[in-house]
């Protein structure tokens, strides 16, 4: 065989070889490349996700909140029953009332919503037909039917609170609406409203923009939009029937491509690369789910979530090492031809460099991937197959007092689950989240984690699994604490009962005691009395020493009262120096003893304000409790003539309600 031949079989035999070689390296790189975008594409829907999701049980949580107060409560029930004496819809003048004092009581919590939450509506709803009686974010519009829209048509079904994305009449966002139910006197709850929070998906979106550094745009289909939303309150881009309406762009650039058409609304995730202008940018879309996507998958989604990021560097990067490797393989071919043995030598080299390369590409996204995990501010961590902590971030650990080399390989429950909130041992075998793990099914709800210095505290967690070509591969766990939250429900409910200057109950919540003693009476047939007691002449103490000292001898009354009650009595302040005192398990005689004992505790405590003791004195009204008593209207009414009577006999004196005295009977003997 000629040299020439040799040559030239070789020389083919090598463009063979190199040929294959090339080929297989470059699809080795594309396939990394597409991997890399796959897994940001997945983190940063499971992120928005997840946000979303916390957003909507936090909104759930401050309803929840707000519903239990008791006064919106009993403003409810009278606006039911009024607007159905007013025919309907949004009633007459004793509505319009009814209305200003609910707006009036939730003024200044709905400004500190919108303030801090971006809470963007608040409606009142009636249980009737689902109509609105208030809405706080448009007070002027009321008396339209929300019972079309699903959820609020099912809330008063089914008495159960729903939250999520929701487009609606005045505003498409994260909602939250739950029911209002009031406690009747059979220990039972009616239904007297549901109330509906929103937040302003604007400003969220923007906030999540900010941390995850990237643009996201919320599109709607158009015509749910403009068959829900009234007119006015239609998005600016809101009429393309063609695609979808624009809902929020946090950078302008998704502005532009809606106005290009490059948008359209999709049923399932995409991930791909966009080219503008000079810039190259990774678009990640996928489904927007309303209530009735997330109950039933079955069930169109709404709209689309786009999230992009300029990927210009990282496509040029790759771009570049594609060529890169071309022009390596040629070069080589070439000197292969030349001097086998210094090809071969430069192929090792040029071989390691694409390898160096490719891990330097596959690092730098692992550092990107570690930051944007460290950066947000929910706590996450990951789990293998086998329960074992892979991650975690340092939100996760500042909250559980962690540091990660303490954590890293082990099971997270015995480091800070193993406890309930109420100090009881929480056993692994009953654990959700172990559980979820277990299965591989995603799994949402609130738990309580054990801080590394032994406190605990209330978290919202979420549980997302893993899955890589199908196969499962551990989950993802976030969470927020939300103890402060849970705090400022527990304050909106104490300051809904409480009297805030003498620190006892309310009006409304000493009926609402009183009621349940007088069920508990008639169960077991015990006997219990009530007093009525009335500061004398308080309103000279205002006029003579001022409203400042007027209320520090409430407070001081409030003081000696309490020292003469026992922990199962009950005392209440009902409007101004009006107090009621319950007295479960005593009869009239052990009613008169106490009275007496606390009108004469009164008379001997004066007030001291500075060097000037102000004398105070009570009258008080005592009535027994009788069987037939089935509210609290007649035993009121009963200790209130006997307390009337004491006043009329000279004051300072305690007077015992007498079966034979009516209305006239007192008010007559008073005009001799």
């Known amino acids: 065989m000629s040299s020439k031949l040799t040559v030239l079989i070789a020389s083919l035999i090598f463009a063979v070889l190199f040929g294959a070689g090339g080929w297989f390296v470059l699809d080795q790189h594309e396939a990394r490349f597409q991997t890399q975008l796959e897994g940001t594409a997945s983190q940063l829907q499971g992120i928005y996700e997840a946000t979303s999701r916390s957003l909507a049980y936090s909104a759930q949580a401050l309803a929840f909140g707000l519903a239990s107060d008791l006064d919106v409560q009993h403003l409810m029930d009278e606006a039911t029953r009024v607007v159905r004496r007013e025919g309907g819809g949004g009633g007459g003048v004793k509505a319009e009332i009814l209305r200003d004092q609910l707006r009036y009581k939730m003024l200044s919590q709905w400004q500190n919503l919108s303030a801090q939450y971006s809470m963007s509506s608040m409606t009142f709803m009636l249980p009737d037909h689902t109509d609105v009686f208030l809405r706080m974010h448009e007070p002027e519009e009321f008396g339209d039917s929300l019972d079309a829209i699903p959820p609020f048509g099912e809330i008063k079904k ?17 909602r ?38 990237a643009g996201i745009a919320v599109l709607l289909n158009t015509q749910l939009v403009v068959n829900t939303m009234k007119e006015r309150y239609l998005p600016a881009h809101a009429l ?82 594609r060529h890169l ?28 460099h694409q390898v160096k390369g490719h891990g330097a590409m596959i690092n730098a996204l692992a550092r990107h991937n570690d930051l944007l995990i460290e950066t947000i501010g929910e706590g996450v961590y990951g789990l293998d197959r086998e329960g074992k902590i892979t991650f975690i971030n340092r939100a996760a650990c500042n909250m559980l007092g962690l540091d990660n080399v303490d954590v890293i390989g082990k099971d997270p429950h015995p480091i800070f689950h193993h406890r309930k909130a109420d100090g009881q041992p929480y056993p692994v075998e009953t654990c959700p989240l172990m559980k979820a793990v277990r299965d591989g099914q995603q799994w949402e709800g609130e738990e309580w984690l054990i801080h590394q ?66 069920a508990r009476l008639r169960r077991h047939h015990s006997v219990a009395s009530l007093l009525m007691a009335d500061l004398d002449f308080f309103k000279r103490v205002n006029d003579r020493y001022g409203h400042a000292v007027g209320d520090l001898v409430l407070r001081h009354f409030v003081s000696v009262a309490r020292s003469a009650l026992r922990r199962t009595d009950i005392i209440g302040r009902l409007g101004g120096e009006e ?13 008169n003893e106490l009275a007496e004992r606390l009108r004469l505790l009164v008379e001997s405590s004066p007030v001291r304000v500075d060097d000037t003791h102000v004398q105070i004195t009570v009258s008080i009204g005592i009535t ?41 009977t007192i008010r007559g003997e008073s005009a001799h």
Request: one cysteine or more; a negative charge; aromatic letters at 10%.
């Open 158 to 174: 089914d008495l159960l609170p729903r939250s999520g994305f929701q487009i609606g009449y005045t505003n498409a966002g994260i």
């Open 325 to 352: 490797i071309v022009n390596g393989f040629i070069v080589t071919y070439l000197l292969v031809l030349a001097c086998v043995p210094m090809v071969l030598r430069l192929l090792h080299l040029e071989w390691g």
């Open 176 to 213: 939250a609406a739950v029911p209002i139910l009031r406690p009747t006197a059979d220990r039972g709850i009616r239904h007297v409203g549901t109330l509906e929070l929103g937040i302003n998906m604007s400003d969220e979106s923007r906030s999540l923009s900010d941390q995850l550094t």
């Open 453 to 518: 210095d032994g406190h605990g505290f209330p978290a919202l967690m979420t549980v997302s699994p893993i899955y890589s070509h199908g196969i499962y591969e551990g989950s993802v766990t976030v969470f927020r604490n939300i103890a402060r939250l849970r705090d400022r429900q527990d304050e909106l409910t104490r300051l809904a009962i409480t009297d805030s200057l003498t620190g006892i109950p309310n009006r409304r919540y000493f009926l609402e005691l009183f009621e349940s003693e007088l």
């Open 624 to 664: 027994e409790l009788y069987p037939q008593d089935l509210s609290a209207d007649a035993p009121l009414s009963r200790s209130d003539e006997a307390l009337y009577a004491a006043k009329q006999a000279g004051r300072n004196r305690t007077e015992i309600y007498l079966a034979h005295w009516d209305e006239s």
């Open 579 to 591: 107090f009621a005192i319950l007295l479960p398990g005593d009869g009239i005689n052990g009613a």
């Open 240 to 321: 393309r029937p063609s695609c979808c309406a624009l809902l929020v762009a946090t950078r302008p650039e998704g502005v532009a491509w809606y106005e290009s058409d490059l948008f359209t609304l999709t049923a399932v995730p995409e991930n791909k690369l966009l080219h503008w202008g000079s810039r190259t940018f990774h678009a990640v879309s996928f489904p927007l789910r309303d209530w009735q996507g997330q109950a039933d998958p079955e069930y169109p989604p709404v709209g689309t979530v786009l999230i992009w990021r300029d990927a210009t560097a990282r496509v040029n990067a790759y771009r570049a090492d």
